[in-house]
């Protein structure tokens, strides 16, 4: 079992819905990280946050917006998405970002928009 | 630019067969290259860092080496459940990101 956690496992969602996805992790790990992964292909970097400030956005549109309550906890707040978001969305987090440690994932949010 | 290419894309073996899976890279300071594997539909699970050339790291059927260029991930006598999506990554620089090549999509036929 994996020791970062996402839900809901499966989102279905319309392009005018307002919907999140969670992420917690209980290892101490002070950098989180949102990808994104389209069938086939490798994840790509969405949100990096160190010490639960907002590190890189890498020009990701608003219609995602990233939120870091505390150091466990990791959210991603969707609206007004496009059918081309369908996704699987995964969170992974690491020791910090600057020690080069492996990032572990989560299993991810599958998530569809009708 | 950081650039990661693995090969061969897709392989298929025996139950039993070895063989190697290889990831070539293109990076200014190399920070740490790492393994993962990918099932469908799950997140990626680590399998091993290795930092510097010459070194080699190992669980069961798994081996990972690397060199200057390079990283082999060679997996010996494999079963029908190390079918999986491998994928490398190489760490940078002074850059945490992670870049990823498009994995090895490994079927081992019992």
């Known amino acids: 079992d994996t020791e970062v956690t996402q839900t809901p496992k499966h989102l279905v969602m319309g392009m005018t819905n307002k919907k999140s996805l969670k992420c917690e992790q209980h290892?101490?790990?002070?950098?989180m990280y949102w990808y994104k992964q389209k069938a086939k292909k490798p994840p790509e970097l969405m949100f990096v946050y160190s010490y639960e400030k907002l590190s890189i956005n890498e020009s990701v549109p608003s219609r995602f917006s990233p939120e870091c309550p505390n150091s466990s906890l990791l959210n991603l707040h969707l609206h007004a998405l496009q059918p081309e978001d369908s996704a699987l969305y995964l969170c992974?987090?690491?020791?910090?970002?600057?020690?080069?440690?492996?990032?572990?994932f989560g299993d991810g949010t599958r998530l569809s928009i009708l | 630019e950081d650039q990661v290419t693995q090969s061969p894309e897709a392989l298929r073996l025996q139950e039993g067969e070895s063989s190697s899976l290889n990831c070539s890279y293109t990076v200014s300071g190399l920070r740490g290259l790492f393994w993962y594997r990918q099932d469908p539909g799950k997140g990626p699970e680590f399998l091993f860092t290795l930092y510097s050339a010459g070194e080699e790291k190992e669980k069961e059927r798994l081996k990972a080496t690397l060199t200057k260029k390079e990283s082999f991930l060679h997996i010996t006598a494999p079963k029908p459940e190390d079918s999986a999506t491998y994928l490398c990554a190489v760490q940078a620089g002074g850059n945490n990101r992670l870049a990823f090549g498009k994995g090895n999509q490994v079927v081992v036929i019992p």
């Open positions: 290892m101490g790990h002070r950098a």
């Open positions: 992974a987090s690491s020791q910090d970002i600057k020690r080069y440690q492996p990032q572990h």
